[in-house]
Antibody, heavy 120, light 106 residues
Framework: EVQLLESGGGLVQPGGSLRLSCVAS????????INWVRQAPGKGLEWVAG????????YIPDSEKGRFSISRDNSKNTVYFQMNNLRAEDTAVYFC?????????????WGQGTLVTVSS | EIVLTQSPAALSLSPGERATLSCRAS??????LAWFQHKPGQAPRLLIY???NRATGIPTRFSGSGSGTDFTLTISSLEPEDFAVYYC????????FGGGTKVEMK
């Protein structure tokens, strides 16, 4: 069974940093892209980062390239999402997901999410 | 950035009724569009990809259509478990999501 488990969320002060982890199992991890999508309270879904399986190429929206980074350790079946200089508007549940198939860009399945709260 | 506009924002229907959800893109995304179902406290679930392909395990009452800029998700006969928020997502140019349509029980 494919499983994705996010961790690392919590309460952090504005300006602080946090590293989220996504541990995967049940599929050949290094072949698949992994993405992060967040949902702020009462808001919709927003893609924030991705990393390719083959080549481990990171993808970060231009608006966040200075604050967010993504990496993976295929030996640990884990993707890391580093967020720096956090703001109140980064408060959200952060989900990781794998791609539907090798070479696909559709997100399936997703983990249950980890909550990040940015507040003083 | 490609903006996806979903309508209506909310839909109030009864079980057994047909639901028709719309997603309009600010520029053509060809068929590179997906639909997700999201319930509170749960992981989003992929329903449809490439505009019209049902994901594995998705009931046949869910269908997707459209190409270019106009897309539709149809739920032919609502089941109690279908009341949720539905999002469209494009991958033609990076990734963006629509604002969602909440399907609520009348």
């Amino acid at each position: 069974e494919v499983q994705l488990l996010e961790s690392g969320g919590g309460l952090v002060q504005p300006g602080g940093s946090l590293r989220l982890s996504c541990v995967a199992s049940g599929f050949p991890f290094d072949n698949y892209d992994i993405n992060w999508v967040r949902q702020a309270p009462g808001k919709g879904l927003e893609w924030v980062a991705g990393i390719s399986g083959i080549g481990t190429i990171p993808y970060i929206p231009d608006s966040e390239k200075g604050r967010f980074s993504i990496s993976r350790d295929n030996s640990k079946n884990t993707v890391y999402f580093q967020m720096n200089n956090l703001r109140a508007e980064d408060t959200a549940v952060y989900f990781c997901s794998k791609t539907l198939s090798v070479g696909s860009h559709w997100f399936d399945p997703w983990g249950q999410g980890t909550l990040v709260t940015v507040s003083s | 950035e490609i903006v996806l506009t979903q309508s209506p924002a909310a839909l109030s229907l009864s079980p057994g009724e047909r639901a028709t959800l719309s997603c309009r893109a600010s520029q053509s995304v060809s068929s590179l569009l997906a639909w997700f179902q999201h319930k509170p406290g749960q992981a989003p679930r992929l329903l449809i990809y490439d505009a019209s392909n049902r994901a594995t395990g998705i009931p046949t009452r869910f269908s997707g259509s459209g190409s270019g800029t106009d897309f539709t998700l149809t739920i032919s006969s609502l089941e109690p478990e279908d009341f949720a928020v539905y999002y469209c997502q494009q991958r033609s140019d990076w990734v963006t999501f629509g604002g969602g349509t909440k399907v609520e029980m009348k």
